[in-house]
Nanobody, 124 residues
Framework: QVQLVESGGGLVQAGDSRRLSCAVS????????MGWFRQAPGKEREFVAS????????KYADSVKGRFTISRVNAQNTVYLQMNSLKPEDTAVYYC?????????????????WGQGTQVTVSS
């Protein structure tokens, strides 16, 4: 049974930092790329960041580039999203996802397994 469990969400103020974690089980974690997506109320789910199987290649949405950092620890089957300089427009449910490919990807169709999401709310 594949499980992705996000944690670390909450209510923060604009300018604050927050780190999200995603613990993965049931798949060969080190073989696949991982990604973070988010969905704000009334909007479609959008790509935030991705990382390839080894952690050597990353991609970011333009809206978070320079503020967010994705990383992974394969020995712990965990992927992280460090979020700095948070803005109210970052408010969303953040989802961790496991891809079906090893290369980093921003395409949602490449992601097969999803977590339940964790809410991040940024107040102004």
């Amino acid at each position: 049974q594949v499980q992705l469990v996000e944690s670390g969400g909450g209510l923060v103020q604009a300018g604050d930092s927050r780190r999200l974690s995603c613990a993965v089980s049931g798949i060969s974690f080190s073989s696949y790329a991982m990604g973070w997506f988010r969905q704000a109320p009334g909007k479609e789910r959008e790509f935030v960041a991705s990382i390839n199987w080894s952690g050597g290649s990353t991609k970011y949405a333009d809206s978070v580039k320079g503020r967010f950092t994705i990383s992974r620890v394969n020995a712990q089957n965990t992927v992280y999203l460090q979020m700095n300089s948070l803005k109210p427009e970052d408010t969303a449910v953040y989802y961790c996802a496991a891809a079906v490919i090893a290369a980093s990807s921003s395409l949602i169709v490449n992601y097969k397994y999803w977590g339940q999401g964790t809410q991040v709310t940024v107040s102004s």
